[in-house]
């Protein structure tokens, strides 16, 4: 994993200095609404430290970075591809923090790993997945070259989607 970076913000390898920004995403019922339930504090820290410590792998099968906006520096939300599968695929998730959202980065970033996984990393293709009913991941993910979404095979009042080509030149 290397450092990446978009005209807003820096993608900056998960650390141990993301703990706290990890645990506070993933334990906000606003947040984690539309994804799963929130975390309690416990189980956030120990997921923190199983995402760290699978990042560190040679062939990680979790690849994550802390967004942090270049500006001001500010620690904005986390993303990173899950349950990595070489060559073949991974799964693409990102949380903001509520004030990061309505700026343009999920876009922006999204782009800028897609295109990494699909160019420097050698996959074939990501997957995201997001509810039914939210609207707003549907366009993001329609903007950044995803194919349409299609109903999960397995989770109800999911859907899931594809990219196959960096939408990066």
């Given at each position: 994993?290397?450092p990446?970076?978009t005209?807003k913000?820096?993608?900056?390898?998960?650390s141990?200095?993301?703990?706290?920004l990890?645990?506070?995403?993933?334990?906000?019922?606003r947040?984690?609404?539309?994804?799963?339930a929130?975390?309690?504090v416990?189980?956030?820290?120990?997921?923190?430290?199983?995402?760290?410590?699978?990042?560190?792998?040679?062939?990680p099968k979790?690849m994550?970075?802390?967004?942090?906006?270049?500006?001001?520096?500010?620690a904005?939300?986390?993303?990173?591809?899950?349950d990595?599968?070489?060559p073949?695929?991974a799964d693409?998730?990102i949380?903001?923090?509520?004030?990061?959202?309505g700026?343009?980065?999920?876009?922006?970033?999204?782009?800028?790993?897609?295109?990494?996984?699909?160019?420097?990393v050698?996959l074939?293709?990501i997957r995201?997945?997001?509810?039914?009913?939210n609207?707003?991941?549907?366009?993001?993910?329609?903007?950044?070259?995803?194919?349409?979404p299609?109903?999960?095979?397995?989770?109800?009042?999911?859907?899931?989607?594809?990219?196959?080509?960096p939408k990066?030149?």
């Amino acid at each position: 994993m290397i450092p990446l970076q978009t005209s807003k913000v820096w993608l900056v390898p998960l650390s141990e200095m993301d703990k706290d920004l990890f645990v506070e995403l993933y334990t906000s019922e606003r947040l984690m609404s539309k994804i799963a339930a929130p975390f309690s504090v416990t189980r956030a820290q120990s997921a923190f430290q199983k995402t760290l410590a699978a990042t560190q792998e040679a062939h990680p099968k979790i690849m994550s970075w802390a967004i942090r906006g270049k500006i001001c520096d500010t620690a904005m939300g986390i993303v990173g591809f899950s349950d990595i599968t070489y060559p073949e695929q991974a799964d693409l998730g990102i949380i903001l923090r509520r004030e990061a959202h309505g700026k343009g980065v999920v876009v922006d970033v999204g782009d800028v790993l897609c295109d990494y996984a699909l160019k420097q990393v050698g996959l074939h293709r990501i997957r995201a997945e997001h509810h039914i009913d939210n609207k707003i991941t549907q366009r993001i993910l329609r903007q950044m070259g995803f194919n349409p979404p299609q109903p999960h095979k397995c989770k109800v009042d999911t859907l899931e989607c594809y990219l196959t080509e960096p939408k990066l030149g």
